[in-house]
């Protein structure tokens, strides 16, 4: 794919989501193999990989989250970017705690902001009648209106404690997470985990490449930090579903 231009995303044919429905129905997540192309999945992995516009998104506090962009990033001393990085998280001790690469996509959007012509695809794509029905027949939830979407990358020592996904009046039904990360191990971190009462992970699913993970919201999740282990970022386009 040239630089500026759209890929050009399609869903797998292959895809049978009524079988899985009475699956979803029972444990209110799933993780689904192969939602695109083969290639589509390459075109949509390359787009992030030559993407610019990635914001480092640390979580200060409750209600205060930082947003530092890649230029203030590389201005910073190593050594001063780390300290950031390590003070911010270890002061949060009331929410949820995080630190990730973000492309904000459908936010931006909405904002009448500028978003490139890949990142404007992608948001097209999860909100194409093939996308949203496939959700609707996975889920056989006719309230499923809309995605909103944003890329994620999670460096070495990223990662993302424990929350749940609710927003007060954002009426988000399901979250997605398409992950496009090559031949990722569990050893590299970065692992979905979804805990019990108990606090122990109940389930964890390793970022494998082209799968879709679904989950209803709200249920208690966490996304492991990356380890250095890791030899390149975990991305994955992401989001919610929501009704009208
Ligand atoms: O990337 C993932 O697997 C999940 C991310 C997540 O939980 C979130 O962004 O709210
Ligand atoms: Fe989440």
Known sequence: MRAGEAPTLRLNGTLRP???????????RLHVPEILTPRSARELHQSLVEAEDWVRCIHLAAGQDVDITMAELDAMAEADR????HSLVDSCTDSVKYVFDKIRITSQLEAGGAVSAPMRAIHDFVNAPAFLDFFRRLTGDARIDRADVMATRYLSGHFASAHADELPNAKRLYAYVLNLSPDWRADQGGVLMFLDDDGHVAEGYVP???ALNVFAVPQVHAVSAVSRLATAPRYSVTGWIHAR
């Not at 780390?82 to 990085?85: G, H, N």
């Open 82 to 85: 780390i300290a950031l990085e």
């Open 208 to 210: 494998r490449f082209n």
């Open 18 to 28: 009524d079988a899985w429905r009475g699956a979803f129905a029972a444990h209110r």
